[in-house]
């Protein structure tokens, strides 16, 4: 009975494993940096971290942004972009987040229901460092060597705007949907995975697009 209780768990563990490598390969970070990029490309920039009122009040995220380059135009239009993301008439659009902010693996992680772990680093030397959008020729680090954004970090409303508050001084604490570490994408759209143990000095150089450091991803 031991031995049989033993190889059931075993099995168990198996396919718990097996399908959070599944949810690790199988990822939708190409589409999001794909419409990231086709943002770029008519905008000459990236979009910022989130929408701003003109007297600076933040709106709406950049994930609401770049919808009409995630074949969502329509639900795009549906947003009143002058309001914030909880008006009473922004809110109710809530509940429409389209697929590629879904979280792909939620065992280790309670993602509530419209929430996305998809999220920006904003502050110095960020890719969403600019309150206007920052261009790919002010990458001097290189679009490969720059985290534009990642899948970890506290859940919030997709719609909502808010950023990973990036500060040098300070330590790098990202948890994300995974045992070992969380999903990436850089600003070349090239997806990478960086593991909780990173040292502290790869994760601000690769954050900061302007550190003028080498950053070798093999590491």
Same mark, same amino acid.
């Given at each position: 009975?031991?031995?049989?209780?033993?190889?059931?768990?075993?099995?168990?563990?198996?396919?718990?494993?097996?399908?959070?490598?599944? =949810?690790?390969?199988?990822?939708?970070?190409?589409?999001?940096?794909? =419409?990231?990029?086709?943002?770029?490309?008519?905008?000459?920039?990236?979009?910022?971290?989130?929408?701003?009122?003109?007297?600076?009040?933040?709106?709406?995220?950049?994930?609401?942004?770049?919808?009409?380059?995630?074949?969502?135009?329509?639900?795009?239009?549906?947003?009143?972009?002058?309001?914030?993301?909880?008006?009473?008439?922004?809110?109710?659009?809530?509940?429409q987040m389209p697929y590629a902010y879904k979280a792909a693996w939620t065992?280790?992680?309670?993602?509530? =229901?419209?929430?996305?772990?998809?999220?920006?680093?904003?502050?110095?030397?960020?890719?969403?460092?600019?309150?206007?959008?920052?261009?790919?020729?002010?990458?001097?680090?290189?679009?490969?060597?720059?985290?534009?954004?990642?899948?970890?970090?506290?859940?919030?409303?997709?719609?909502?705007?808010?950023?990973?508050?990036?500060?040098?001084?300070?330590?790098?604490?990202?948890?994300?949907?995974?045992?070992?570490?969380?999903?990436?994408?850089?600003?070349?759209?090239?997806?990478?995975?960086?593991?909780?143990?990173?040292?502290?000095?790869?994760?601000?150089?690769?954050?900061?697009?302007?550190?003028?450091?080498?950053?070798?991803?093999d590491r």
């Amino acid at each position: 009975m031991i031995l049989g209780g033993g190889l059931l768990w075993g099995a168990i563990v198996t396919v718990i494993w097996m399908r959070e490598q599944s =949810a690790r390969t199988h990822c939708n970070l190409a589409g999001i940096a794909y =419409a990231l990029h086709c943002y770029h490309d008519e905008h000459g920039r990236f979009p910022p971290a989130f929408l701003r009122s003109p007297d600076g009040q933040p709106l709406l995220s950049w994930r609401v942004l770049i919808l009409p380059y995630l074949e969502h135009p329509e639900l795009y239009h549906e947003f009143r972009l002058d309001e914030t993301w909880d008006s009473p008439h922004n809110i109710q659009l809530l509940k429409q987040m389209p697929y590629a902010y879904k979280a792909a693996w939620t065992r280790y992680v309670d993602v509530p =229901a419209h929430h996305t772990v998809c999220r920006v680093f904003a502050g110095r030397g960020t890719a969403f460092e600019s309150c206007d959008g920052v261009p790919l020729d002010d990458f001097p680090d290189g679009s490969g060597n720059t985290l534009l954004f990642v899948e970890a970090g506290e859940p919030v409303p997709w719609t909502m705007p808010e950023a990973i508050d990036y500060d040098p001084a300070e330590p790098v604490q990202l948890r994300g949907l995974f045992r070992a570490g969380f999903r990436a994408c850089s600003a070349d759209g090239a997806y990478r995975f960086i593991k909780y143990d990173t040292d502290q000095l790869f994760l601000h150089n690769v954050i900061q697009r302007n550190s003028g450091e080498n950053k070798p991803w093999d590491r």
